[in-house]
């Protein structure tokens, strides 16, 4: 969390736009792929003289992606949107709520600080309704009301968010003509999955790339494969109660999935550069090996975003491609997929307000920005058709198939565990330390949070 926010109302508006000032990025009813008949129905809303006011971490080209969202509510409903961006969301939401003048609407980047405003009553329920709707129209949806359902100010649970924006960790990385040349075919389950792991040991090669160096943070790679294989090998209601401590770090489940990732990252012939390198080699740099003649590792498991780190030039499809990290087919836990999102809440109330949360439940409000770009939404009424790229699409159906969603874990975990004892507990622990240990270790530092 940077230290550094932006102070009043001044300042932020140096980085607030309103939507109402673009022309619309799809003309409505010329491009039959898009929803039009809900943009439609949206006009039977008669809001003209009512002002919106949102705050969110949106800043440069996502901030115009949004803002070309807004401008279909604005132009359906004559209501005005003031769109904010802050680098210092987190700091400024805090300030503005607790000085009594917070914006209608919130977007954050993860559930945590909204479940902390929700606890002081500054965020408003949702409602029943809400709650239902996403049940039934987002694909894992009693995952997306678990995640975004707090305890108020007077103790009582509510849906206080609504998810829009997501992304995808679940994905393992491979180049095709690899595979191809090798006569390997991508795993659909994780027994497949190890078993592929095996066979490309006995023919020679190398199948992981795994790296944990990444400065300060070094570790949290492996964070991310810990909490994947936690929704592989335990409930999510074990997983929920990992992240808040209600499962303790060592018990015999979390061990368990910290063994399953030792399965894979502490086996010389599994990991480019052996078990003593995983620890060392930054994370940036570890799915070079995929790219290299020949490969020196054939997989790499890591979230959408890695492909920054690629070579220059490389096509998503053609030159490398990914596939979801499948989970087991003798364990009853459905497709789990591990991501992060945005959540909208209302943080001061207004009819206005409300209807753009309605807004958010059509598929225009989804669909104008899958056809552009970064957007990726497990709406289940969209037309996946619309999406900018196929990479895109290929993800956006990883999340509609998917059974359970959950959140980072070490992203909802106390700051000084998930960004810290987690961390350097990984570090330690592919450098040989005992899975038992480096977990009692871990919670001896949660409990030391309690005292």
Same mark, same amino acid.
């Given at each position: 969390?940077?230290?550094?926010?932006?102070?009043?109302?001044?300042?932020?508006?140096?980085?607030?736009?309103?939507?109402?000032?673009?022309? &619309?990025?799809?003309? #409505?009813?010329?491009?039959?792929?898009?929803?039009?008949?809900?943009?439609?129905?949206?006009?039977?809303?008669?809001?003209?003289?009512? !002002? $919106?006011?949102?705050?969110?971490?949106? %800043?440069? #080209?996502?901030?115009?992606?949004?803002?070309?969202?807004?401008?279909?509510?604005?132009?359906?409903?004559?209501?005005?949107?003031?769109?904010? /961006?802050?680098?210092?969301?987190?700091?400024?939401?805090?300030?503005?709520?607790?000085?009594?003048?917070? #914006?209608?609407?919130?977007?954050?980047?993860?559930?945590?600080?909204?479940?902390?405003?929700?606890?002081?009553?500054?965020?408003? *329920? &949702?409602?029943?309704?809400?709650?239902?709707?996403?049940?039934?129209?987002?694909?894992?949806?009693?995952?997306?009301?678990?995640?975004?359902?707090?305890?108020?100010?007077?103790?009582?649970?509510?849906?206080? +968010?609504?998810?829009?924006?997501?992304?995808?960790?679940? %994905?393992?990385?491979?180049?095709?003509?690899?595979?191809?040349?090798?006569?390997? =075919?991508?795993?659909?389950?994780? !027994? !497949?999955?190890?078993?592929?792991?095996?066979?490309?040991?006995?023919?020679?090669?190398?199948?992981?790339?795994?790296?944990?160096?990444?400065?300060?943070?070094?570790?949290?790679?492996?964070?991310?494969?810990?909490?994947?294989?936690?929704?592989?090998?335990?409930?999510?209601?074990?997983?929920?109660?990992?992240?808040?401590?209600?499962?303790?770090?060592?018990?015999?489940?979390?061990?368990?999935?910290? !063994?399953?990732?030792?399965?894979?990252?502490?086996?010389?012939?599994?990991?480019?550069?052996?078990?003593?390198?995983? +620890?060392?080699?930054?994370?940036?740099?570890?799915?070079?090996?995929?790219?290299?003649?020949?490969?020196?590792?054939?997989?790499?498991?890591?979230?959408?975003?890695?492909?920054?780190?690629?070579?220059? +030039?490389?096509?998503?499809? =053609?030159?490398?491609?990914?596939?979801?990290?499948?989970?087991?087919?003798?364990?009853?836990?459905?497709?789990?997929? &591990? /991501?992060?999102?945005?959540?909208?809440?209302?943080?001061?109330?207004?009819?206005?307000?409300?209807?753009?949360? =309605?807004?958010?439940?059509?598929?225009?409000?989804?669909?104008?920005?899958?056809?552009?770009? @970064?957007?990726?939404? *497990?709406?289940?009424?969209?037309?996946?058709?619309?999406?900018?790229?196929?990479?895109?699409?290929?993800?956006?159906? $990883?999340?509609?198939?998917?059974?359970?969603?959950?959140?980072?874990?070490?992203?909802?975990?106390?700051?000084?565990?998930?960004?810290?004892?987690?961390?350097?507990?990984?570090?330690?622990?592919? @450098?040989?330390?005992?899975?038992?240990?480096?977990?009692?270790? $871990?919670?001896?530092?949660?409990?030391? &949070?309690?005292?």
């Amino acid at each position: 969390m940077k230290s550094v926010f932006l102070a009043g109302a001044a300042a932020l508006a140096l980085m607030t736009g309103t939507a109402a000032a673009q022309e &619309l990025k799809f003309a #409505p009813g010329q491009d039959s792929r898009f929803n039009w008949a809900s943009y439609e129905a949206l006009k039977s809303q008669d809001l003209k003289g009512q !002002e $919106i006011t949102v705050l969110g971490p949106w %800043l440069g #080209p996502d901030k115009e992606l949004v803002e070309s969202v807004i401008a279909y509510f604005e132009a359906a409903t004559g209501a005005r949107v003031n769109y904010s /961006g802050s680098d210092s969301f987190e700091q400024q939401i805090v300030i503005d709520a607790e000085a009594g003048s917070p #914006p209608n609407i919130a977007i954050f980047p993860q559930p945590g600080l909204a479940r902390d405003l929700a606890s002081k009553g500054q965020l408003a *329920p &949702l409602g029943a309704d809400t709650a239902a709707w996403l049940r039934d129209n987002y694909a894992a949806g009693q995952s997306w009301v678990d995640l975004s359902t707090f305890k108020g100010k007077d103790g009582k649970e509510d849906l206080y +968010g609504f998810f829009y924006k997501v992304d995808v960790k679940s %994905l393992v990385w491979y180049v095709p003509e690899n595979f191809e040349d090798a006569g390997y =075919e991508v795993p659909k389950t994780m !027994e !497949e999955l190890k078993a592929l792991t095996d066979k490309i040991v006995a023919d020679g090669g190398t199948p992981w790339c795994i790296g944990l160096g990444s400065g300060a943070a070094t570790g949290w790679p492996a964070t991310d494969w810990v909490e994947d294989l936690m929704l592989r090998t335990q409930s999510p209601a074990d997983y929920d109660a990992w992240t808040s401590n209600a499962l303790k770090f060592d018990d015999p489940k979390v061990v368990a999935a910290i !063994e399953e990732f030792g399965h894979f990252a502490r086996n010389d012939t599994y990991v480019m550069g052996g078990a003593e390198g995983v +620890g060392s080699i930054d994370f940036r740099d570890s799915p070079k090996g995929l790219f290299a003649s020949p490969p020196q590792c054939y997989m790499h498991r890591q979230a959408s975003f890695i492909p920054s780190f690629f070579p220059d +030039g490389t096509k998503i499809g =053609e030159d490398v491609d990914f596939f979801y990290f499948p989970a087991y087919a003798s364990k009853d836990l459905g497709q789990p997929v &591990l /991501g992060a999102g945005t959540l909208f809440s209302i943080t001061k109330d207004s009819p206005a307000a409300r209807a753009f949360i =309605e807004f958010l439940k059509t598929p225009i409000a989804h669909e104008v920005w899958m056809a552009q770009t @970064g957007f990726l939404t *497990p709406f289940k009424g969209v037309n996946t058709d619309v999406y900018g790229d196929p990479t895109l699409k290929k993800m956006g159906d $990883i999340l509609l198939n998917a059974s359970t969603f959950r959140f980072d874990g070490s992203d909802l975990m106390p700051g000084a565990i998930g960004a810290g004892a987690f961390w350097t507990g990984m570090v330690d622990y592919v @450098g040989g330390k005992d899975a038992k240990v480096v977990a009692s270790e $871990i919670q001896k530092n949660w409990d030391t &949070l309690k005292k």
